[in-house]
Each structure stands twice: as structure tokens, then as C-alpha cells.
């Protein structure tokens, strides 16, 4: 199994150097914008080479250095504006990556298909997997009959002898499992998914033994999630181990190399348990649950398949051990003990586990990485991520839990400006998505940039959002501008009512989702907010099933039919841009010109609405090179620049120092 590599502790308190005095000036926002230097790091199973997807410009490139002297012996630059993805060492002098483009900074890079090899100094290059551009859309699309292939395992001991799964995209496809080689590209099928919608689980032989399959409607049509387990025997037949209408669900996420096999079972749209499946009888043997969240991440032992420790972050991140008998365990205890509070992830190590790249990182602190040396105890620096960051000048991120007018727990993170302070000027900041998406607690460029100016930013994961179980994400469907506005005006009371915000001088601010429930809360409670931002945001509901990529597929459809629903009059009373009149304090809009996801016409829109409402938006940025939120640095400076200072002249100093006239 590949699961994120992460523990909470720091081994090296000695490595590191005592920060500087906090300054009065705060940092320019260039620094909180710039791209991080590195996104990833690996090194080589024997220990010689480190790879890099680094940032240079508007690309991430791959670098490989030779470990011992850092020093760079290539760099892979592609071209197109592509930048290089995900990338797997597969053998001691072999890499295999992927490219992806940019979908802005409000939606991940998406994959253009493409695969390729190379030596570590860039020696027989070959492409893998290719794909063309639609001239007509500019749109890619995969050469293999709409295939897709994912990195399963990369085996770096087989010297480039990967196991990949095939997603069929086409209707009724189904997956594949094929061992390719990584000079060559000959590719030999290994297994087939038993229907389609399947992603498969290897086992420790390099197997496909189980797969997870997924649907998104219900006999009626209807969008619906809900899955089922299949385990694939020795004689390659599929054996159905759990129905899709089972009240406990389970799904296998991979096997350690003694043979167990993980897995997460939910029970009536609880949060997830993490446990174990019994192969004899199909079982689930739950290690851990958590009453409110689900299993975020896991701390993974440098063999790269055994689960050390469960992490869950109902608020802060919580750590469960769930392992006694490996090795590693001691090691984790002591690491532990060393740096309390700190998030540090094992990127990756070597064969023999003795050399382990390690990511350390904070709320205050966006990363930096470090070699630890099994054999000798010693830690030894690498790099910086953010090296512009001083982690003693940043904000604390506080996880914070509170009941909604209808009893429902909650729960959200402030970053306090540094020094902390009651009576804040505050920006009430919804995250995108909104259904299964939420906002965490480590480093966030933009809360910290906010921070930095004095403002309290309050981050709250209201109904709908991802991370406490199915239960929770599916009180958000049919809700937008309902209850899961309700829960953003309950944080702004409470807020208020604990001292933290000045309730005189509260805004409110987001980007995708966020930008719709930040209009929509100026709408449906005037008086409550002195302003409003909407950045890359959707305000006519109506104009979801018409304009952008949601409405384009099946499941979209089926998706926006459950969580905005068809009414058109309800629609009509849940769209911000319906709704101008209601609207009475100033507003900023932004939106990139180029963004599929929520397309310029909805910002149009909310523009054209507020303008014929006697009462136009004070600021709207059109970025025309700009996708769902902004990436380029030139273009996020300009909106930072502006939206800062419409913050001050409405409830930062600007606003203070005009009532004092």
C-alpha cells in the first residue's frame, strides 16, 4: 500500500537554528503567495539520487540531485506549459513520471495521460503513454480509447517492472491491471476488474486480490454513493464480499508485507474505522475509531506497507497507534516525544529502510525536508520549501467546536494574527466544494496572509464537508443557502459571543463555494457582515445545469439534481444574483476568464444583478489567463493587493481611522 507516510514529533531540535526577533513590518505578500519550492521528494532505493518536482516559473519541473552533494545532475522541463506530476523511482537509476496541467488554485492539477521513463541523468528517455489535444476545446484526450493509468506499485526493487491499473473512462469499460516495463513499455494484463467503476488492491505478492467498486446513483437513478467489496481468487474468478445496500460498508486500502490487509468500514454513514479484514472469513476487525472524523491520515513504517499509527482531525490532528510489534514502532515513540506537535512526514526510504527522507511541517511552518540516517542517528538538513517563511512571525491555527442552532457539533480552526488579542477585526473564510470538502489545520498561505494584516480568519467545516463521516457530507445536499448558510452565520455569532471578533467589523470571504455562501450571506443577513468577496464563486444555481464542466457528465447532472435540487423557484430564492437587492454592504468580485468549474458568466452575472440593483461591486478583477482561482504570482499579488485594501477601508485600520474624521 501507498498511504501518505506521517508522524507527529521532530527528531531534530538539534539541526535546528533559533528564529529571528519578530519584526514590526509584515512580510510582503509575495512571500505568502510563491509557489513552494518542492511539492515532493524521494529518494532512490539505493540511496544515491534524491528526485524533486520543484517549481521553476509557472511549472514544476523534476530534478534529480546525487544525495551525497545536492548537487543537480538533470532536470526534466516538459513542454506546453505542462508541468511533471507524480513520480515513482522504478529501480535503483530509474524514474517513471507523469505531467498534469493547471486547473487554477482552487481545483487540483488534472492529468493529461501522458507517462514517461528515464534514467536518473535523463539517459533513455521513453514515452510510456501519450495522448492528443482536442484542437477544437483544447482539451485532452487519451490516445488509449480513454484510458487512464494509475501507479499501483512501483517496485523499485524489480528495476522497472511497475504494476499499473488502466481506468476505462468509457462506458461500461472495465479496469485493468497490467505489469509494465518502464524501458521497454511492454505492458502484460494481469488481472480485470469484476464490473466496472473498480479500483483494485494488490496483495503481497504483487497480486490484484480485492476491489473497490463505486457507483453514484441508485436503482432509481437518483446520485447516491455507495460501493461494493469484491475478492479476486487464485483462479481469477471475482467473489462478491459486500452488497452496495449493506448498512456496513467496507473498502480495502492495501496489504502489509506480512500479509493484513487494511481496510475502512462505515457503519449508517458514521466516520470511518480503520481495522483489519480476515481473508478466511471476510470479516472486518476494527483497531480504531474515532466518534467524529475519519481517518485522515496514517503514520507508515519505513517498509512502506505496515500501518504504524492512525491519524484523525475532528479538530486538531489526533494520533491513534494501532501497531505493537514492528520495529519502528520505538522509533516513532521517540520521535514523539522529541517534537510534540509537530507534523512530519516519511516521504520515502531507502530499500534497507537506513536512509529516510523526512518532511517536517506546522500550522507555522510550510515544510522543510531533512535525511535521517538510521545507522547513525543523525539528521541532516536538505531544504526549505518556503525559505521567505519565518515560522516565529506566522499565526497559531486553533481548532475550535461549537453547537449549531439545531445541536449539531461543528468544528473549525481560527488563525489568530500574531499576539492573539479579543475584539478582532475577522474574516469569515467557507472553504470551496463544498460536499466532501474541508478545511485542516497546518500551514495556509492565505489565513496567514490575512493573519499577518491583523485579521482574525475563521475556517469552518460546515455541514456537508468531508472528514466526519457519510453521514455528516450528506446533511449538505439540498442545502446550499439553507443550513449550511445557517452554520456560517452561527460561527459568526459565536465568534462574537466569545469575544474573539468584534461582531462590528466581521466580513466574509471565500472562493469556489465559499464565494457563492459569501454572497449569499450578505443576502439572507444583511445586517450581520460589513462587507463580502467573491473569488471564482457560482451565483446563479440555475446556470450550474447550463454553464461549466459539472453539468456535462451524467454524474454531474446527478450530483446537482441532489444537492441544489430543480426546483426552479427554490433555485431562484437560493441564487445570490437573484438576490442583489437584498444586498446593502460593499462587495468585491473576482473570477478568471478561462475557469471551467464556476465559468466568468456566473460572475457576470452577480455583477450585472448588483449594478442594476443601484449598488454595484466596488472591485471586480476578470484575470483573462486565469482558471478556477489564480496561479500565476503576477495575478494573485493584484488580488491580494486589492482585496487587502478593501478589508482595511471597511473593518481593518482604514476603517477605523475614516470614523475617526
Not at 514529533?9 to 519584526?23: G, I, K, S
Request: hydrophobic content about 40%; charged content about 20%.
Amino acid at each position: 500500500m501507498a498511504p501518505r507516510f506521517l508522524a507527529i514529533a521532530a527528531l531534530f531540535a538539534a539541526t535546528m537554528t533559533a528564529t529571528p526577533a519578530m519584526a514590526d513590518e509584515p512580510l510582503p505578500i509575495r512571500d505568502f503567495i510563491h509557489h513552494p519550492e518542492y511539492s515532493t521528494a524521494k529518494i532512490s532505493p539505493d540511496g544515491r539520487f534524491l528526485a524533486l518536482a520543484m517549481q521553476q516559473e509557472a511549472q514544476k519541473v523534476l530534478a534529480v540531485l546525487t544525495l551525497q552533494d545536492m548537487k543537480v545532475i538533470r532536470i526534466t522541463r516538459l513542454t506546453g506549459g505542462e508541468s511533471v506530476g507524480a513520480f515513482y523511482w522504478v529501480g535503483s537509476n530509474r524514474l517513471m513520471y507523469t505531467s498534469t496541467k493547471n486547473f487554477g488554485s482552487l481545483a487540483a492539477p488534472f492529468g493529461t495521460g501522458a507517462w514517461y521513463a528515464m534514467d536518473a541523468d535523463g539517459g533513455h528517455p521513453r514515452t510510456l503513454v501519450s495522448y492528443s489535444s482536442d484542437a477544437n476545446t483544447g482539451r485532452n484526450r487519451m490516445v488509449h480509447y480513454g484510458q487512464v493509468f494509475e501507479m499501483l506499485d512501483p517496485n523499485p526493487a524489480g528495476e522497472g517492472n511497475a504494476i499499473m491499473q488502466i481506468v476505462e473512462n468509457s462506458p461500461g469499460g472495465r479496469n485493468q491491471v497490467v505489469s509494465l516495463d518502464a524501458l521497454t513499455g511492454r505492458r502484460n494484463e494481469l488481472a480485470r476488474a469484476p464490473r466496472d467503476n473498480c479500483a483494485m488492491i494488490l496483495d503481497e505478492k504483487r497480486q490484484p486480490r480485492y476491489a473497490n467498486c463505486s457507483d453514484d446513483k441508485d436503482d432509481a437513478g437518483n446520485y447516491k454513493q455507495h460501493s461494493e467489496l469484491y475478492r479476486r481468487g487464485d483462479d481469477g474468478n471475482w467473489t462478491l464480499l459486500g452488497k452496495r445496500d449493506d448498512s456496513r460498508q467496507v473498502t480495502v486500502m492495501g496489504t502489509a508485507a506480512d500479509g493484513r490487509i487494511y481496510a475502512l468500514s462505515s457503519d449508517a454513514g458514521k466516520p470511518e474505522e480503520f481495522g483489519l479484514l480476515d481473508p478466511a472469513t471476510d470479516s472486518f476487525k476494527s483497531l480504531y475509531a474515532d466518534p467524529a472524523a475519519s481517518p485522515s491520515e496514517f503514520v507508515v513504517a519505513s517498509d512502506a506497507s505496515t500501518v504504524l499509527a492512525v491519524v484523525t482531525a475532528a479538530g486538531g490532528p489526533h494520533v491513534e497507534m494501532v501497531e505493537a510489534n514492528n520495529p519502528d514502532v520505538a522509533v516513532y515513540a521517540s520521535l514523539g516525544k522529541a517534537f510534540p506537535g509537530e507534523l512530519v512526514d516519511l516521504t520515502s526510504a531507502t530499500l534497507d529502510g537506513k536512509k529516510i527522507v523526512v518532511s517536517v511541517r506546522s500550522d507555522t511552518d510550510p515544510g522543510q525536508l531533512y535525511l535521517f540516517d538510521r545507522d547513525s542517528g543523525s539528521v541532516r538538513f536538505l531544504m526549505k520549501g518556503a525559505p521567505q517563511i519565518d515560522p516565529a512571525r506566522m499565526a497559531k491555527t486553533i481548532p475550535f467546536s461549537f453547537k449549531a442552532r439545531d445541536g449539531l457539533t461543528l468544528y473549525g480552526y481560527m488563525t489568530m494574527p500574531p499576539g492573539g488579542g479579543k475584539g478582532l477585526p475577522t474574516i469569515i473564510n467557507p472553504h470551496g466544494g463544498p460536499i466532501g470538502i474541508r478545511d485542516d489545520w497546518g500551514f495556509n498561505g492565505e489565513a496567514q496572509l490575512l493573519a499577518s494584516r491583523g485579521y482574525l480568519v475563521v475556517q469552518l467545516n460546515y455541514r456537508g464537508s468531508g472528514g466526519y463521516g457519510q453521514a455528516f457530507e450528506d446533511r449538505g445536499h439540498g442545502e446550499w443557502g439553507a443550513k449550511m448558510q445557517d452554520d456560517l452565520t452561527d460561527v459568526t455569532h459565536w465568534v462574537a459571543a466569545q469575544g474573539y471578533a468584534d461582531p462590528s467589523r466581521i466580513c466574509i470571504y471565500g472562493g469556489s463555494y465559499g464565494g457563492y455562501a459569501s454572497l449569499m450571506g450578505v443576502a439572507k443577513e444583511p445586517d450581520l457582515y460589513k462587507c463580502a468577496v467573491g473569488y471564482a464563486g457560482v451565483y446563479d444555481l440555475d446556470m450550474m445545469y447550463h454553464e461549466g464542466d459539472v453539468s456535462e457528465r451524467e454524474s454531474g447532472k446527478r450530483y446537482l439534481r441532489r444537492t441544489i435540487g430543480t426546483d426552479e423557484t427554490q433555485l431562484h430564492a437560493r441564487s445570490p444574483a437573484m438576490l442583489a437587492d437584498w444586498i446593502k454592504v460593499p462587495v468585491f468580485l473576482a473570477a478568471g476568464l478561462k475557469d471551467e468549474r464556476a465559468p466568468p458568466e456566473q460572475t457576470a452575472a452577480m455583477r450585472d444583478a448588483l449594478k442594476a440593483a443601484g449598488h454595484p461591486a466596488e472591485e471586480v478583477i476578470l484575470e483573462p489567463n486565469e482558471m478556477h482561482g489564480f496561479y500565476a504570482e503576477d495575478a494573485q499579488l493584484n488580488l491580494y493587493t486589492k482585496m487587502l485594501a478593501f478589508f482595511d477601508k471597511y473593518i481593518g485600520a482604514g476603517s477605523r481611522a475614516a470614523a475617526s474624521k
